[in-house]
Nanobody
Framework: VQLQASGGGVVQTGASLLLSCNLSGGTLSSFAMGWFRQAPGREREFVASIDWSGTMTHYADSVKGRFTISRDNAKNMVYLRMGSLRPGDTADYLC?????????????????WGQGTQVTVSS
């Protein structure tokens, strides 16, 4: 399984971005999916996750109400709609897969990672 994130860029405070993650070499509905981010000099942190069906979601408190995770299993795509962006959201954003499709809340279960996409929010 390979994951490739895209859609990052440089935006101003308050702007929105849509990140996409394409899964290849597998069937997306077999996985719970998540988004994580890592800023320079900081540890990777959880952002959002979604179960295999797209019914259940889970968010970090720092993004709740501003970010929305979704998926399209037919297209093997996962999305992260980011709104009201802040400089503190600046990071490399990575998508990840959890082999247990119902276990989207188990952050430690995400063990398949793709290359990230950089998001920079200027003040």
């Amino acid at each position: 399984v390979q994951l490739q994130a895209s859609g990052g860029g440089v935006v101003q405070t308050g702007a929105s971005l849509l990140l996409s993650c394409n899964l290849s070499g597998g069937t997306l509905s077999s996985f719970a999916m998540g988004w994580f981010r890592q800023a320079p000099g900081r540890e990777r942190e959880f952002v959002a996750s979604i179960d295999w069906s797209g019914t259940m979601t889970h968010y970090a408190d720092s993004v709740k109400g501003r970010f929305t995770i979704s998926r399209d299993n037919a297209k093997n795509m996962v999305y992260l709609r980011m709104g009201s962006l802040r400089p503190g959201d600046t990071a490399d954003y990575l998508c990840a897969a959890n082999l247990h499709p119902y276990d989207h809340r188990n952050i430690d279960g995400f063990n398949t990672w793709g290359q990230g996409t950089q998001v920079t929010v200027s003040s």
